[in-house]
């Protein structure tokens, strides 16, 4: 009796925990807004304004940029077909280096253009296991449409895409480096990553 008493218990106790993380999941579009909220109050503490805390702003919207972002399934869209030719260490070099290449420069686009203007979230798609969250930045005699691309991974939403304007991130990126190693090489193409991460993490 006492054994049927306690196992009803644990029950209860381990259905009201699912039933807790459940309503306490976080939706893309809340992943989103959470990750513009983080980043808009970096672009406008008081205490982090002017050239002398560029710098700081830069490592802070990074670190940001990392949690929110699913590198390893942007590296994969943006190389294609070429993906598949890489063996596991070849890979694994590859990732690391388009997620500091594109942790910089999306940073450096956050730094420059978004600061203090109004996001209007539009619209939230799902459907399994993907999302696609519509918003609109309002800028002064300006509205610019933003859509992220997110996927549920590891038990969390995470961006796969950023498509501004029609234009989609990764897929620029996949056309670049096709072009490049169509041309020359996939050696060169990881050449030409190195540079451009250079040159966008040089202090202008």
């Not at 997110?150 to 620029?172: A, P, Y």
Request: aromatic share 10%.
């Amino acid at each position: 009796m006492k054994l049927k008493i306690f196992l009803t218990i644990l029950f209860c106790l381990i259905s009201l925990g699912f039933q807790n993380m459940r309503s306490h999941a976080e939706t893309p579009a809340a992943r989103v807004q959470g990750m513009l909220e983080q980043v808009m109050a970096i672009q406008t503490d008081p205490q982090l304004q002017g050239p002398a805390f560029r710098e700081e702003r830069r490592t802070a919207i990074k670190k940001i940029i990392a949690r929110n972002f699913d590198f390893e399934a942007m590296a994969r869209q943006a190389l294609g077909p070429y993906w598949e030719k890489l063996n596991d260490a070849e890979r694994v070099e590859f990732k690391a280096l388009f997620q500091d290449l594109f942790q910089g420069s999306y940073t450096k686009l956050v730094l420059d253009f978004l600061k203090r203007e109004k996001v209007l979230y539009n619209k939230e798609e799902l459907h399994q296991g993907k999302a696609l969250i519509q918003t609109t930045l309002i800028r002064v005699n300006e509205e610019i449409p933003v859509d992220y691309s997110l996927t549920f991974v590891q038990e969390q939403w995470l961006v796969d895409d950023v498509t501004i304007d029609g234009v989609s991130i990764v897929r620029n990126y996949q056309r670049a480096f096709t072009r490049v190693i169509q041309r020359e090489s996939y050696k060169s193409l990881l050449q030409k990553m190195r540079l451009q991460k250079q040159a966008i993490e040089t202090p202008s």
